[in-house]
T-cell receptor
Framework: AQKITQTQPGMFVQEKEAVTLDCTYDTSDPSYGLFWYKQPSSGEMIFLIYQGSYDQQNATEGRYSLNFQKARKSANLVISASQLGDSAMYFCAMREGVRGKLIFGQGTELSVKP | GAVVSQHPSWVICKSGTSVKIECRSLDFQATTMFWYRQFPKQSLMLMATSNEGSKATYEQGVEKDKFLINHASLTLSTLTVTSAHPEDSSFYIC?????????????FGPGTRLTVT
């Protein structure tokens, strides 16, 4: 069965610094996708970045990059140049196959300090 | 603009009554929709997968007779919480999978906050 784990309940980062949010996963399916979502206090789920299991390069989207280490089964999110608006809950998620269920990790609450 | 809408955005109901939450796909036809539940400061827990024209598939531990899901059209899925109790108070989020596309195209609704008094 697929499993996704975030071990950092809360993180603090100084504005303009980089921060890494950890995510590990487990699956027996060779085809899977890894996602990161941001959830501000409003509750909406904002898609940040996606990494496919067969992608050779790490995904990047603006200030977000995904450090994909397949052998270690980790998919850490790196946010560069943190901004106050980055303060939110961050969820790592995984889907097995193309149309499988999207399962979420426990989440990490990021607080950016001025 | 929004790809998925939910209605209502928040609802308060009395214990023992039923509440219906609608999820609409605005930009495309969705054969598959998902319903999630989220308690404060916790993660999203998948409740069920809703397939158009067929019965929903419920996750282990989710009571199908309590959480009725109807996916009557390619743009609408509804979740009805029957005989609601205070412990059903939660944030309910639907999600839509864009059919025939890549694995990353899953869109979330803005959520419905249910409070049962």
């Amino acid at each position: 069965a697929q499993k996704i784990t975030q071990t950092q309940p809360g993180m603090f980062v100084q504005e303009k610094e980089a921060v890494t949010l950890d995510c590990t996963y487990d699956t027996s399916d060779p085809s899977y996708g890894l996602f990161w979502y941001k959830q501000p206090s409003s509750g909406e789920m904002i898609f940040l970045i996606y990494q496919g299991s067969y992608d050779q390069q790490n995904a990047t989207e603006g200030r977000y990059s995904l450090n994909f280490q397949k052998a270690r089964k980790s998919a850490n999110l790196v946010i560069s140049a943190s901004q106050l608006g980055d303060s939110a809950m961050y969820f790592c998620a995984m889907r097995e196959g193309v149309r499988g269920k999207l399962i979420f990790g426990q989440g990490t609450e990021l607080s950016v300090k001025p | 603009g929004a790809v998925v809408s939910q209605h209502p955005s928040w609802v308060i109901c009395k214990s023992g009554t039923s509440v219906k939450i609608e999820c609409r796909s605005l930009d495309f036809q969705a054969t598959t929709m998902f319903w999630y539940r989220q308690f404060p400061k916790q993660s999203l827990m998948l409740m069920a997968t809703s397939n158009e024209g067929s019965k929903a598939t419920y996750e282990q531990g989710v009571e199908k007779d309590k959480f009725l899901i109807n996916h009557a059209s390619l743009t609408l899925s509804t979740l009805t919480v029957t005989s609601a109790h205070p412990e059903d108070s939660s944030f309910y989020i639907c999600s839509v999978l864009k059919g025939g596309s890549g694995a990353y195209e899953q869109y979330f609704g803005p959520g419905t906050r249910l409070t049962v008094t």
